[in-house]
């Protein structure tokens, strides 16, 4: 059995949803993504935090990139307060940053980190 491609978990009493993508990621898995993000909005309150985790994958299709824009969109509407990403390999950052420039609201804190310790503390400041 082949390993999840992405997990999403929402941690109510931390108010953080975390995205993660391992191994090689389709438009099929990032739709299957999305469509569990919004699942969880019951569990959040405005003021969330993202923390998006990209250290286990290898590649993502390029026909994700409209999923994730609507994650993003989401994500923005919902009122998150600040975006941690864990991206160990800067040739992995899949667009995130542009696709942030126009999915983002302006001021919203986006930090990128190489190890998720370091993504945790930022998500403790």
């Known amino acids: 059995m082949l390993p999840p491609m992405f997990e999403v978990k929402a941690d109510k009493s931390r ?6 993508f391992a191994q ?4 099929e898995e990032a739709k299957a993504c999305t469509d569990r993000v919004k699942t969880l909005q019951a569990e959040l309150q405005p003021g969330f935090q993202l923390l998006t985790d990209l250290s286990k994958l290898k590649s993502m299709d390029l026909a994700c990139a409209a999923h994730i824009k609507r994650t993003m969109d989401w994500c923005n509407k919902q009122g ?7 991206i160990p390999d800067p040739h992995k950052d899949i667009g ?4 942030s420039l126009f999915h983002y609201r302006r001021r919203l804190p986006i930090v990128t980190c190489q190890t998720l ?7 403790a400041a």
């Open 15 to 20: 108010n953080l949803l975390t995205i993660s």
């Open 24 to 27: 090689h990621v389709g438009p």
């Open 80 to 86: 998150v307060s600040k975006v941690v990403r864990v």
């Open 96 to 99: 995130l940053s542009i696709l």
């Open 117 to 123: 310790a370091e993504a945790m503390k930022e998500l």
